[in-house]
Nanobody, 123 residues
Framework: QVHLVESGGGQMQAGDSMRLPCTAS????????MGWFRQAPGKERQFVSA????????DYIDSVKGRFTISRDNGKNTVYLQMNNLKPEGTAAYYC????????????????WGQGTQVTVSS
């Protein structure tokens, strides 16, 4: 059984930095695309970033490019989302997700999800 556990959320001020780790209990972690999504109150869950199996390539939504960095440590079964220059519109529950097979930014294509961690950014 696969479990993804996010941590590191909390209350932040605009301009702050925060790193979210997500640790997976699964074999062959390196065989999964890992993604981060977020969901603000009253809104749909949206793609934020994803990273390839080896970590050699990543993609981001436009609103976080240049501020967020996704990375992974396959030896620790962990994916990270480094968030710099946080903005109030980034307030949301952040979820990590794992996907077998090829690349996708569509949430319905992801096979496993964490429980989410709340990030609140005040102006």
């Amino acid at each position: 059984q696969v479990h993804l556990v996010e941590s590191g959320g909390g209350q932040m001020q605009a301009g702050d930095s925060m790193r979210l780790p997500c640790t997976a209990s699964m074999s062959a972690f390196g065989g999964y695309i890992m993604g981060w999504f977020r969901q603000a109150p009253g809104k749909e869950r949206q793609f934020v970033s994803a990273i390839t199996f080896s970590g050699s390539s990543a993609d981001y939504i436009d609103s976080v490019k240049g501020r967020f960095t996704i990375s992974r440590d396959n030896g620790k079964n962990t994916v990270y989302l480094q968030m710099n220059n946080l903005k109030p519109e980034g307030t949301a529950a952040y979820y990590c997700a794992a996907k077998r097979g090829g690349w996708s930014a569509r949430r319905e294509k992801y096979d496993y999800w964490g429980q989410g961690t709340q990030v609140t950014v005040s102006s």
